[in-house]
């Protein structure tokens, strides 16, 4: 396996801008870094999963995938442009969670969001199969991989957290302009996961 050629899918994939660290940029430059970090534990855990689910029935998700990823994709795309929303209408002086929801469920969000982001659920279907699968068939190694990938989500999740909360003082002096930039971001993160763009 060119171990390279791996680890540079699983950054490029897992640290540029999607719905999830969009999400928590948004939660810990309004939030604060706590709440932001139960949301990242949340996501992380999601991701892991979903990279165990990956490595354990990928046969059999091979041929359910096509069957159910239209349905992923709506209702990833209605939950998202839901996210978006909530950012635009957030005011300079609110205190409520980015999704409107209760604090206590920042953890549960993040580890929910995973499942409903066919970004992230198409990253995790294809990434064991195409590089670990060809070359490793043990499930000791299978785990160890999907650690390591899982490690490299929460490293992209926590530099995220990082940005909204070091360039929280300007954002919040920009914070209109700024809530509608992410809004933006998520509304085209919204088209893209829909499978619009295939049609058009």
């Known amino acids: 396996m060119n171990i390279i050629t791996f680890l540079s899918y699983c950054v490029i994939v897992t640290f540029t801008p999607g719905p999830t660290n969009i999400v ?12 932001a970090s139960k949301f990242v534990l949340g996501s992380t855990l999601g991701f892991g999963m979903l990279l165990s689910i990956s490595a354990l029935f990928n046969k059999v998700l091979v041929n359910i995938l096509p069957r159910v990823l239209p349905i992923m994709q709506v209702i990833g795309c209605i939950y ?21 929801s209760v604090p206590n469920s920042y953890f ?83 088209f893209m996961v829909s499978g619009l763009e295939a049609l058009l």
Request: net charge positive; glycine share 6%; hydrophobic share 55%.
């Open 108 to 190: 549960l969000e993040g580890l929910l969001m995973q499942f409903v982001n066919p970004k992230v659920v198409m990253f995790t279907m294809t990434v064991i199969p195409s590089y670990i699968l060809p070359y490793y068939s043990s499930a000791k190694i299978l785990m160890i991989y999907v650690c390591v990938i899982a490690f490299i989500g929460f490293l992209a999740f926590s530099m995220w957290v990082m940005m909204g909360v070091f360039s929280k003082a300007f954002l919040q002096k920009q914070q209109k302009a700024v809530n509608i930039i992410m809004a933006l971001f998520l509304f085209y993160s919204a």
């Open 24 to 35: 928590i940029a948004s939660i810990a430059q309004n939030s604060g870094i706590n709440k």
């Open 80 to 100: 998202i442009l839901y996210l978006a929303v909530q950012i635009l209408k957030k005011g300079t002086t609110s205190k409520k969670h980015v999704s409107g």
